[in-house]
Nanobody, 116 residues
Framework: QVQLVESGGGLVQPGGSLRLSCAVS????????MGWYRQAPGKERELVAGIVGHGNTNVADSVKGRFTISRDDAKTTVFLQMNSLKPEDTAVYYC??????????WGQGTQVTVSS
């Protein structure tokens, strides 16, 4: 079984920063894909950033240059550093972990609210 525990969400003013963390435990292999999606009220869930293999990353155009995804050396924790936050970044952020090509696990979600 695989478990994902997220932390780091909260309320921040526009222009501020937050760092999300997602710790994965259970039957995992170090090169599995991990990353973050987000879902704003009334909108579909969208990919924010992903990391796979030896550190190959992809980041959504909407956050490129502001958000950075990384992983610890053990490759069991994935981070999302979010800088220059905007009100439109407000959403529930979900961590994911791909145990295989067709098995994906999700975190419980963490709320990020950007507001003055």
């Amino acid at each position: 079984q695989v478990q994902l525990v997220e932390s780091g969400g909260g309320l921040v003013q526009p222009g501020g920063s937050l760092r999300l963390s997602c710790a994965v435990s259970g039957s995992i292999f170090s090169l599995n894909a991990m990353g973050w999606y987000r879902q704003a009220p009334g909108k579909e869930r969208e990919l924010v950033a992903g990391i796979v293999g030896h550190g190959n990353t992809n980041v959504a155009d909407s956050v490129k240059g502001r958000f950075t995804i990384s992983r610890d050396d053990a490759k069991t924790t994935v981070f999302l550093q979010m800088n220059s936050l905007k009100p439109e970044d407000t959403a529930v952020y979900y961590c994911y972990f791909d145990r295989s090509i067709n098995i994906r696990y999700w975190g419980q979600g963490t709320q990020v609210t950007v507001s003055s």
